[in-house]
């Protein structure tokens, strides 16, 4: 089994992060699947509100389309001044690039490592994203 450059290198996960609908970490994520909980909710939570309504006008076919869903809650949070990020412009990220800055710190905070002490160092940081916006 050799990797794309032929040889078989040795990798460690260090740290990991999470956040997903009903859990805003990885302990909390274990706990939802032991008890066999699940996230997913009946009607349209306050994210959802605005970016539904733009795809579907009348509202009996944002009930029928939308009608069920897994929702991230406070998206529009983030520590601006942690990440040297004006406020304007942390207002404007997609939630997608809010979200990816505070898991991978927090993947680093659960590892124990000082984000400095990487710096020209052969570290690779992998994170995985995915949307899936209610289309008919």
């Known amino acids: ?15 990991m992060a999470c956040r997903f609908p009903g859990a805003n970490g990885i302990a909390v994520f274990w706990r939802m699947l032991e008890s066999s909980r699940n996230a997913v909710q ?10 539904i309504g733009a795809l579907f006008s009348e509202d ?7 009608r069920f869903g897994a929702y991230l809650d406070d998206l529009e ?11 304007v412009e942390a207002h404007l ?3 997608q690039l809010r979200l990816l800055l505070e ?7 659960d590892a124990g490592i000082d984000p400095d002490l990487l710096k ?4 690779g940081v992998h994170a995985g994203i995915s949307n899936n916006d209610c289309r008919g």
């Open 1 to 15: 089994m050799g990797g794309l450059a032929g040889g078989c290198e040795p990798i460690a996960i260090v740290g």
């Open 42 to 51: 009946e009607g349209v939570p306050g994210s959802g509100i605005g970016r």
């Open 60 to 66: 009996a076919r944002q009930i029928g389309a939308c």
């Open 77 to 87: 949070q983030i520590d601006a001044a942690h990440f040297r990020i004006s406020p």
């Open 93 to 95: 990220l997609d939630p």
């Open 103 to 109: 898991t991978n710190w927090r993947a680093l905070e």
């Open 120 to 123: 020209d160092s052969r570290t």
